[in-house]
């Protein structure tokens, strides 16, 4: 079984920046790829971000690319989101994801418990 913690939301302006966290614990060996996932009131839940463990290659949605940064401490185990330039339509519950590079992109193997995020105007 994997674990998977996040922490970091909260409420921000627009034009501000926030950064997410994910602490991945249990059977990680059984994990290649993580990512982030968001879904807005009244909204399907919408991929955002993915990277893989080991080569560091990174994926974002067109929505968030060059304001969302996803990278890892392989060391610590976690993953980061780091986003900028937020806009209200980034409002969301952000959740983190695991899994293998066939599972990650639209069905991940482990979800997180979300994290909430408010960006106000």
């Known amino acids: 079984q994997v674990q998977l913690v996040e922490s970091g939301g909260g409420l921000v302006q627009a034009v501000g920046s926030l950064r997410l966290s994910c602490a991945v614990s249990?059977?990680?060996?059984?994990?290649?790829?993580m990512g982030w996932f968001r879904q807005a009131p009244g909204k399907e839940r919408e991929f955002v971000a993915a990277?893989?463990?080991?080569?560091?290659?990174?994926y974002y949605a067109d929505s968030v690319k060059g304001r969302f940064t996803i990278s890892r401490d392989n060391a610590k185990n976690t993953v980061y989101l780091e986003m900028n330039s937020l806009k209200p339509d980034d409002t969301a519950v952000y959740y983190c994801?695991?899994?293998?590079?066939?599972?990650?992109?639209?069905?991940?193997?482990?979800w997180g418990q979300g994290t909430q995020v408010t960006v106000s105007s």
């Open positions: 994801a695991a899994g293998s590079t066939a599972t990650i992109f639209r069905t991940p193997d482990y």
């Open positions: 990277i893989t463990w080991s080569g560091g290659r990174t």
């Open positions: 249990g059977r990680t060996f059984s994990v290649s790829a």
